[in-house]
């Protein structure tokens, strides 16, 4: 039988054992405090942020506008008689000087007494004389027209060459579309004042005894421009006094666009500014050109039943009409009109911007972290504003950060 032989007696052995127990406890302890840690420190804020940029702003004021025909004429009955039935229907094409509008049986054909003659005659005279005016006016403004393309074709050798600034550029060519309208309303003046010259012609000559095939024809009231027929007011056959109206004529491409805007927002559109139609029908934006504001505003009581102050604002459309062949007079059209603009400008959303006090701050993204900066805010669209002072091209911005976020909070950014 082997004897065993038994270790010899450690006394440090239970220490050693006890120090490790102790020291896994340590452990222990240090992660658990480490994880309630963990768990309570506050998770990053989610943010959504926006990338400062460089670009043009352009604050427009938005309102609706109805379309209009810019130059109409209300046809009336140059004397007193029996009116045959006119068969136009609105919409009817028509052609200066060559289709007959209406047809007109005076109510004497007897010979015109001495007064009768001697105020037909007047109106003859003072009709040439309106056609002289017209002609001398049509020759103006041709003349200008003809400067105003030529000066406005050099300008835009010069701007493709960037050796004129776009505002230069947008003067030179609001004059050209202002001597365009001015040259086609000069057009249609004439067009008119021959028109009336020829109707007080043919009241003098039914008076005229020798013209026995004129009284038993009647007086054919011609249009006085090329368009179409906008309203019949006396369709069926009747009897009518002297200037009683019959039909409206106009061009329907020739149009035009009122806008009713506040009075405080007209001060600040000039004419000559850029307006951009939508929501008329068509899958692109239409554009036009202010000629004018009126000076007189109106009051208006709005949905809500306040009263505002309105000014209208005429606009010419300077889309082709071959683009627009649908729209036609007083169609309804959603208008942005252009009443500041700012070139090459540092922009951020509106939505990154608050105020305090008389302050206005923005947060920007450092890392993880991010720091209130007070800024200086400049022109504003409602949607970006324009950075004077404050921000750089590139830096990052908190959108609406609300009120959880504060200077020195930890946030994530969620992009835009």
């Not at 007897?110 to 007047?122: G, P």
């Amino acid at each position: 039988m082997t004897d065993t032989a038994e270790p010899p007696f450690d006394p440090t052995a239970g220490d050693n054992h006890q120090r490790r127990r102790k020291g896994w406890r340590w452990i222990a302890g240090v992660i658990l405090l480490a994880l309630i840690v963990a768990g309570m420190w506050p998770a990053p804020l989610p943010v959504e942020t926006a990338v400062v940029t460089r670009g043009d702003l352009i604050a427009t004021v938005n309102e609706e506008g109805v379309t209009q025909v810019r130059h109409r004429y209300v046809v009336s009955s140059p004397v007193a008689g029996q009116l045959r039935r006119i068969d136009l229907k609105p919409g009817a094409r028509i052609v200066a000087g060559e289709t007959v509008l209406a047809v007109l049986e005076p109510a004497s054909g007897d010979i015109l007494d001495r007064r009768s003659r001697a105020q037909a005659e007047a109106r003859v005279r003072g009709a040439s004389s309106q056609v002289d005016q017209a002609e001398a006016q049509r020759a103006r403004a041709a003349a200008a027209l003809n400067l105003a393309q030529s000066k406005a074709t050099r300008q835009r050798s010069l701007g493709d060459q960037q050796l004129v600034s776009q505002q230069v550029l947008d003067v030179v060519i609001n004059q050209e579309l202002t001597a365009a309208q001015e040259d086609r309303a000069s057009t249609f003046g004439l067009q008119v004042a021959r028109y009336e010259l020829e109707q007080a012609q043919a009241v003098l000559d039914h008076g005229n005894p020798s013209d026995d095939q004129s009284a038993e024809a009647g007086i054919k009231i011609k249009s006085p421009v090329s368009g179409r027929v906008l309203r019949v007011m006396q369709e069926s056959s009747r009897i009518v006094t002297g200037g009683i109206p019959i039909l409206e004529v106009g061009d329907p491409t020739d149009l035009e666009v009122r806008v009713e805007v506040l009075s405080r927002d007209g001060v600040a559109i000039a004419p000559g500014a850029r307006v951009w139609l939508e929501q008329w029908g068509g899958d692109f934006d239409l554009e036009a050109r202010v000629r004018w504001v009126e000076p007189a505003a109106f009051t208006k009581v709005s949905a809500l039943g306040v009263e505002e102050q309105r000014v209208n604002v005429l606009a010419d459309l300077t889309t082709p009409p071959d683009q627009r062949a649908n729209l036609g007079d007083g169609f309804r059209v959603e208008a942005r009109i252009e009443k500041a603009r700012r070139d090459d400008v540092i922009l951020i959303p509106a939505g990154a911007l608050f105020q305090e006090g008389d302050t206005w701050s923005t947060f920007v993204l450092q890392g993880n972290v991010v720091e209130q900066r007070s800024v200086q805010p400049g022109l504003s669209n409602g949607l970006y504003t324009e950075v004077i002072e404050g921000l750089s091209v590139g830096e990052l911005v908190v959108l609406y950060p609300g009120d959880r976020v504060a200077d020195g909070s930890r946030v994530a950014s969620i992009g835009k």
